[in-house]
């Protein structure tokens, strides 16, 4: 492994520029990794001044595709960070276009064997096909109970066991086919 000593020309570049300029621009010019012209910088107490300076044409690509696009794929396209993205969106009350989950629930709406009897804001009141009274959340009845039933000893599951007898019923609404447990 080979040490490269800091030339004092490469010194007094760092502290006449690094702060207008920055590491990345200053690593280029003088050859040297970015990581290496933070540290030196840091050893000769020289701070960089280098902030994000918002154009207008930057704020206006960010209201006209923020709805649409990823935040990534617009902090890409403008070459920054996406936390500064964030947070310039936080400043001009950029938001996505995500309508609030529980406004398309209606009553005897079905998830799985889950019926909803009472909607009250993003909180259901619904009943199973077997008859237990289930109190939960929009967003718990979309991502549960949309795939499950009310619990996993419902009768009307896909796939449940029977441990006591040490078999497993699975039923796929033709035929029950019974397996033993190894």
């Known amino acids: 492994m080979t040490i490269h000593h800091w030339s004092a020309d490469e010194d007094d570049y760092i502290r006449n520029n690094y702060?207008?300029?920055g590491a990345k621009k200053c690593a280029f010019d003088i050859g040297r990794d970015v990581r290496h012209v933070e540290f030196r910088a840091r050893q000769l107490n020289v701070k960089s001044r280098v902030r994000l300076v918002w154009t207008p044409e930057m704020v206006a690509y960010v209201k006209d595709h923020y709805k649409?696009?990823?935040a990534n794929k617009i902090a890409k396209d403008l070459g920054i960070s996406k936390m500064a993205l964030q947070k310039m969106t936080q400043k001009i009350g950029a938001t996505k276009e995500n309508p609030p989950i529980y406004l398309d629930v209606s009553v005897n709406d079905r998830f799985g064997s889950v019926t909803v009897k009472s909607v009250?804001?993003?909180?259901?009141?619904c009943i199973c096909d077997c008859g237990k009274v289930i109190n939960t959340t929009i967003f718990k009845l979309r991502t549960r109970y949309a795939k499950n039933n009310c619990c996993k000893s419902c009768p009307t599951n896909k796939f449940y066991k029977i441990r006591d007898l040490g078999?497993?019923?699975l039923h796929n609404g033709k035929n029950v086919l019974l397996t033993r447990m190894i």
């Open 19 to 21: 702060p207008k300029i």
């Open 68 to 70: 649409t696009e990823t």
């Open 120 to 125: 009250n804001g993003s909180f259901c009141h």
């Open 167 to 169: 078999v497993i019923i």
